[in-house]
């Protein structure tokens, strides 16, 4: 019997993370793999790195890895070295030193469990660290990303949503966000997969931690100032546990408002964090064509 823990989506957020290592002390578990997205969206990216590191799990890249790597090569569009809407990622791209850099660009896209190779571990999907599966995405498409793997179970993350799918060709489960969850539920959570080849019991964990200081370290550490909208966005995102800046930069564009700070109190006007970014996204379609000419 194999006990394989899977965490992902941790987004420096170390209290998060120390809470399930403290967590995953008490489980037993035989392996622990990251799946991606150590850093980016908060502003502890450098100690959450060092701390795996320190721990030696192995880990995959995420696309936030790929992109603090580009603000720190200043690999961007000119704007995004000046806008408002990048300040947080600017911000987080300083906070990172030489070592974490240096960490996170040796991320390989993709690994199997040493303990059980027929799991393989990405961010997103074989195709790529930013398609996310959850629940919205149709069997025949998960079944199609089943037979591009080297193995019967893929695990991913990316969403900051569980998801557990017994297909035909093999097994898929999302293991959720550590440090970032979007389904209502600020715990920080991870998977276990429990069992051996072809039989495979899932746990989903949620482990309370100490968030307040995390938001304390927002304004200490002056990720909360400096980071601007970007960061507003993200603090409300920890304290409901559901998406608020992909909403906030789609209504944005959609309803011709600059993404900064001024815009943040018309966007909360007409944004329900309960209802599907899907559902969000429709709405605004629809008000946009009511507003095109005819």
């Known amino acids: 019997m194999n006990r394989i823990a899977i965490i992902a989506d941790i987004h420096a957020n170390l209290f998060a993370l120390e ?17 991606g997205d150590l850093v980016g969206r908060g502003p502890q990216g450098s100690d959450v790195v060092h701390r795996i590191d320190e721990l030696q799990w192995p880990c995959v890249r995420g696309n936030h890895e790929d992109y603090l790597l580009s603000f720190c090569r200043r690999n961007v ?5 000046v806008d408002e809407q990048w300040a947080a990622s600017r911000w987080m791209a300083r906070e990172l030193d030489e070592e974490a850099i240096e960490f996170i660009d040796a991320l390989p896209f993709s690994l199997h469990s040493k303990r059980c ?5 990405f961010h997103g999907s074989p195709n790529s660290h930013t398609e996310g599966l959850g629940h919205w995405t149709p069997d025949d498409r998960l079944e199609e990303l089943l037979e591009l793997i080297d193995g ?42 429990e069992g051996q080849q072809g039989d495979w019991d899932i746990t989903f964990r949620r482990v309370e931690y100490p968030r307040q200081r995390l938001l304390d370290h927002y304004e200490q550490s002056g990720f909360l100032e400096e980071g601007k909208v970007t960061a507003r966005l993200l603090a409300r995102e920890l304290r409901a546990a559901r998406p608020f800046l992909v909403p906030f930069l789609k209504w944005a564009e959609l309803s011709d408002h600059e993404p900064t700070s001024e815009s943040l109190e018309p ?15 429709e709405r605004l379609r629809e008000l946009q064509n009511r507003r095109a000419p005819s």
């Open 77 to 81: 569009p000119d704007n995004w070295l």
């Open 19 to 35: 809470s399930v290592i403290s967590d995953l002390e008490e489980r037993d578990v035989d392996e622990v793999i990251v799946a």
């Open 267 to 281: 966007f909360l006007e007409v944004y329900d964090a309960q209802e599907s970014m899907s559902t969000f996204f």
């Open 117 to 121: 190779p027929e799991i393989q571990v």
């Open 152 to 193: 019967s179970v893929l695990v991913c993350a990316h969403t900051h949503r569980p998801l557990h799918y017994q297909g035909e060709r093999g097994m898929i489960v999302n293991t959720g966000s550590v440090g970032l969850p979007f389904n209502g539920d600020w715990r920080a959570q991870y998977t276990i997969l």
